[in-house]
Structures are given as structure tokens and as C-alpha cells.
């Protein structure tokens, strides 16, 4: 789960961790106001889920108000695209307005999970404001990365050895070492993925600022940190994303004009390679999970078929904690409800098999069974008009 900047930002302040004096904007008219109280020049960010926003026009710097004002009438409900987002873009519905920092240095400051070594790392390079992944592989000699367990969590010593790498001055080691302990403390507290202050920056009144943060939270923990989980941001949801949320379903919009649903992400999104092996284009991901009712079935088989874009639709099933029969069920209630007009390719194994296959040749509708992974994505791409 990530979370918007400028709500990064407010568990930063909470964290006793400096950030640029800023206030979140909704509307033009509010811009101006913010912009005359924090004084020229200013910089307007907008609030998407995404990184690479200043390459897609997201982030602008502002010398007056009026200027302010003018950028932010084009930027508020701008479809921006950046490399994250796909062609889809995301639509500005909020800025976070800051005053324009005096920047003497920039650094980059991250933390993460190593499942590897099944332990947490945090990484600092002496050049911020970039991609690190990019950074790593052009001038490796720039960064350095630490592991530190999270029972005992980072230890000053170490929180030490990466200030000394930034080659800061001593009264400014003493602000990271506190700084980077602040923060792999709430990383660990609340089952962080990943938290990147990116740039952090060092500013002419010798302060160590967050410019700009990102935070990803662990979607298995929410249950516990209700204070994360209703930081949920759903404006960006399309209906059929809001629908499936609402039966537990994971479902996620794509390109493609081939419907899937499957249980297990890791079955989804083996369905989606094979798919486009083969030369199709998948429309979504969808997957129904293990624990799922013959209700959640018909609601997901729904908003699969109700999805125009969708000319084929693949159902493929491994049955275990769910039922080949169940799902079935739910496939035929719903198909049987809106009139299946639509090939669809089903492929099932495992757990009450034979009764779910006789229940869809049962039905009289135009389902298509396959008896293996293959020859199932073969067909519904044949089916789908864009073969190979």
C-alpha cells in the first residue's frame, strides 16, 4: 500500500524529522492563498501514487503567486503518465504546495526489505533527487548499503557509518544518526516495504530537510495499523476496482481484450505470461483468492464479462482451499444471469474437478473446457480474434 507524499510528510513531522513548510491544496483559489502565506518562490507537487512525476510535468516551481496559480488551473484534472503508471495516468485531484528550499547539498536516503537475507536494509548515496536503480548501475561507488536485523534494529553504530559515508559534518551526523534511527524504528513498527527520502536535503541554515518521501506499507499487516490502513486512497479506483474490493477480490484494470480470473496471484500472473506468449493482451488481473464464496465468484465472473473491452475470458482454477464445484457454480449463476455471449475457456485441477467440469457441460452455455495450462491459452487468444 502506498501512501500520498504529503501524508508521508505528516508522519515524518510526527517523527520529529524536518520537511519543507507546505500546505495541501484542493482548488486554484486555495493555491494563491497558500502561496502568499508561505512567500516566493514556491513549489507545486502534485499528490498522484507514483514516482517520476517531474518528468511528466508534476512537479513545478512557482516565483509568484499569480504564476502559482496560473500552473496549478493546468495541472488540476491533468491525466499525468509517468513510467509507472502506464498510458492510464493518473488524475491530479491534489498539490501539495512547499516553499522553495535554499539547497546546498542533496543526498538519498532508503530503506528496505531484503528477502534474500531475510533482513532489512538501508541504503544512502552521496547524490539525491535520481533513480537509484539507475544510480547503482552507472556509479555504484556512490552509494552504500548496510543490513540490520529487525529484532534488534538499527544500531547507532551503524546509523554512523552511513552518515560518515555522506561526508557530513559532525553537528549534521549527530541529525542523520537521529534521523535514520527515527525512521527504521516506525519502518519496523509498521511493516514498511519500502521508504525512500529522496532528496534529502542539506540546506544553507545547515538543516537535513525530506524533500520528498515515498512509503509503502505491507498489505498483510493493515489489520493491525488501523491509523495506515485509513490512509487508503481509493479516488483513483475505477468501478469495477471498487466493486471487487467491496467481495475481497484483488483486481487490477489493464490493456489487453482477455479476460482473466484465477486464484492465487502467482497462477494470475503465470495466466497474463502465457497470454501475451502466445499473443494476447490480458485486460486485468483478477484473483479470487482461496477463502472465496460462490458469491464472490459471481460478482468477479461479472465484472469480467461486463468489461466491453473483453472479446475471450480464461477461468483458470487450481483448486485446493477452493472448490472447482464452487467456483463453477459461480461462474454459471452469473453467466446464466447476464446471457454469456462471450467465448469463455475454462481450465480446472484439483479439488472436486470432475463435479465443477460437469456442472459447465451441464449449463448449456458456451464454455470452452481445456485439459491443460497450454492449450487453454492458446485457444482463448485464438478466441479473442488476435492470434499470433
Known sequence: ?????????????????????????????QIIKICKALGS????????????????????????????????????????????????????????????????????????????????????SREGGIQIEE???????????ISFNPDEGMRPFQARQLAYFL??????IKQLVSLLRNLSGFFIEKDLKLLEVNPLVLTESRLLVAADVKMEFDDCSLERHQDISGLLDFSDDSEEEMEARNFKLNYLRMEGNIGCLVNGAGLAMATMDIISHFGGQPANFLDIGGGVTEEAVNKAFEILISDDRVT??????????????????????????????????????????????????ESGLPFHLADDFEQAARLVVSLSGREK
Not at 8 to 27: D, V
Not at 55 to 84: D, H, V, Y
Not at 167 to 172: S, V
Not at 321 to 344: H, Q, S, Y
Open 1 to 29: 500500500m502506498l501512501i500520498q507524499e504529503y501524508q508521508a510528510k505528516r508522519i515524518l513531522k510526527a517523527l520529529g524529522i524536518q520537511t519543507p513548510e507546505g500546505y495541501l491544496a484542493e482548488s486554484p483559489e
Open 41 to 124: 518562490p514556491a513549489v507545486l507537487k502534485a499528490q498522484i501514487l507514483s514516482g517520476g512525476r517531474g518528468q511528466a510535468g508534476g512537479i513545478l516551481l512557482a516565483r509568484e503567486p499569480e504564476e502559482a496559480e496560473s500552473l496549478a488551473r493546468n495541472l488540476f484534472g491533468k491525466r499525468l503518465i509517468t513510467s509507472q503508471t502506464g498510458n492510464r495516468g493518473l488524475v491530479v485531484r491534489k498539490i501539495l504546495v512547499e516553499k522553495a528550499l535554499n539547497i546546498k547539498k542533496e543526498c538519498y536516503l532508503g530503506l528496505a526489505v531484503d528477502r534474500e537475507h531475510e533482513t532489512l536494509l538501508a541504503l544512502v
Open 135 to 145: 544510480l547503482s548501475r552507472q556509479k555504484p561507488e556512490l552509494i552504500k548499503i
Open 167 to 172: 561526508e557530513l559534518e559532525e553537528d549534521l
Open 312 to 361: 475471450s475470458a480464461l477461468v483458470n482454477i487450481f483448486g485446493g482451499i477452493v472448490r472447482c464445484d464452487l467456483v463453477a457454480r459461480g461462474v454459471v449463476n452469473c453467466a446464466e444471469r447476464l446471457g454469456l455471449k462471450k467465448p469463455v475457456v475454462v481450465r480446472m485441477e484439483g479439488t472436486n474437478v470432475i463435479e465443477g467440469q460437469k456442472i459447465l457441460k
